[in-house]
């Protein structure tokens, strides 16, 4: 046989065998196309149950009236926390557990507050001062309702100076915070002496009052006992209840203020004004007027 008829044999047999590389080329392609496409959906619909599944949990670990962390957030971070200052104690350093810090906080007058603007409108004041209060804190702080207008902070590495100025400024916080106002007249004087709430909050402090949540939590549901047998409006720590120092001379907290559970006069002559003891209702004001 010729050369060229040879070439043209060879060519008629590839032919078939060039045309079913084509074909499967194509269905190679076409197959690895349709598999990024699922898979692309398949991430889609992961990162959708994601979301999903970090909003159930946002929303299982949120009191769904104030927006801060519920009960059993602050049940479970308060261990977290503990745990952790606890664990330096055995690490090599040796210098015993980390500082910890829980904050009982309580808001008195609010029953004015439901008189006047009834339930609803009383449930978005709470969540209003309750967000104030969480601007006050560190990001690595924690506030969440408690119960009722019962509210607990958790303070990683914070000891009892922290703690003392911590809570200084959450009772100045909800004396001097001006509540919203759903008013279409003019405006009522403000009072002298804040909005008609008042705060009372117990200090307790790891290790001086336990190693345990339920030990610290009692500790700081005395300390807020004796907040409240003071009047409010104060803060209270387990160690006030303690004798005055040799020679019956003030504490350095009285020295500064006049009245124990006060560090600073950051209301001017009266740092701790006594709590408004009618209940009247509390003034309220315009969003514009939030303090900053």
Same mark, same amino acid.
């Given at each position: 046989?010729?050369?060229?008829?040879?070439?043209? =044999?060879? +060519?008629?047999?590839?032919?078939?065998?060039?045309?079913?590389?084509?074909?499967?080329?194509?269905?190679?392609?076409?197959?690895?196309?349709?598999?990024?496409?699922?898979?692309?959906?398949?991430?889609?619909?992961?990162?959708?149950?994601?979301?999903?599944?970090?909003?159930?949990?946002?929303?299982?670990?949120? /009191?769904?009236?104030?927006?801060?962390?519920?009960?059993?957030?602050?049940?479970?971070?308060?261990?977290?926390?503990?745990?952790?200052?606890?664990?330096?104690?055995?690490?090599?350093?040796?210098?015993?557990?980390?500082?910890?810090?829980?904050?009982?906080?309580?808001?008195?007058?609010?029953?004015?507050?439901?008189?006047?603007?009834?339930?609803? #409108?009383?449930?978005?004041?709470?969540?209003?001062?309750?967000?104030?209060?969480?601007?006050?804190?560190?990001? +690595?702080?924690?506030?969440? #309702?408690?119960?009722?207008?019962?509210?607990?902070?958790?303070?990683?590495?914070?000891?009892?100076?922290?703690?003392?100025?911590? +809570?200084?400024?959450?009772?100045?916080?909800?004396?001097?915070?001006?509540?919203?106002?759903?008013? &279409?007249?003019?405006?009522? @004087?403000?009072?002298?002496?804040?909005?008609?709430?008042?705060?009372?909050?117990?200090?307790?402090?790891?290790?001086? /009052?336990?190693?345990?949540?339920?030990?610290?939590?009692?500790?700081?549901?005395?300390?807020?006992?004796?907040?409240?047998? =003071?009047?409010?409006?104060?803060?209270?720590?387990?160690?006030?209840?303690?004798?005055?120092?040799?020679?019956?001379?003030?504490?350095?907290?009285?020295?500064?203020?006049?009245? +124990?559970?006060?560090?600073?006069?950051?209301?001017?002559?009266? @740092?701790?004004?006594?709590?408004?003891?009618?209940? &009247? @209702?509390?003034?309220?004001?315009?969003?514009?007027?939030?303090?900053?």
């Amino acid at each position: 046989m010729s050369t060229p008829l040879l070439v043209q =044999a060879l +060519a008629a047999l590839c032919v078939p065998s060039l045309a079913g590389t084509t074909v499967l080329g194509l269905r190679l392609r076409r197959r690895t196309a349709e598999a990024s496409a699922r898979e692309a959906r398949l991430n889609e619909r992961t990162a959708e149950l994601g979301a999903r599944c970090a909003e159930l949990e946002r929303t299982a670990s949120c /009191d769904p009236l104030t927006g801060v962390w519920n009960y059993r957030h602050l049940q479970l971070t308060l261990d977290r926390e503990i745990e952790r200052a606890r664990r330096a104690e055995h690490s090599e350093q040796g210098e015993g557990p980390r500082p910890l810090a829980v904050l009982l906080l309580e808001i008195a007058g609010f029953d004015a507050v439901v008189a006047e603007h009834g339930r609803a #409108r009383a449930g978005a004041v709470l969540r209003d001062l309750a967000q104030r209060l969480a601007m006050e804190i560190r990001r +690595a702080d924690t506030l969440g #309702r408690y119960s009722g207008e019962e509210f607990l902070v958790v303070l990683p590495d914070t000891g009892a100076e922290g703690a003392a100025q911590v +809570a200084e400024r959450l009772v100045w916080s909800v004396r001097r915070h001006l509540l919203l106002d759903w008013s &279409s007249g003019p405006r009522e @004087p403000r009072p002298a002496h804040g909005n008609g709430l008042t705060a009372a909050v117990g200090v307790a402090v790891l290790p001086e /009052d336990g190693t345990h949540a339920a030990v610290l939590l009692r500790a700081a549901d005395r300390a807020l006992a004796a907040a409240r047998a =003071a009047g409010g409006d104060c803060w209270r720590s387990t160690t006030d209840r303690a004798a005055p120092a040799a020679g019956g001379g003030p504490t350095p907290e009285r020295d500064r203020s006049g009245k +124990a559970g006060s560090l600073s006069a950051c209301a001017g002559r009266e @740092p701790l004004a006594p709590p408004v003891a009618s209940h &009247s @209702p509390a003034t309220v004001a315009g969003p514009r007027d939030l303090l900053p």
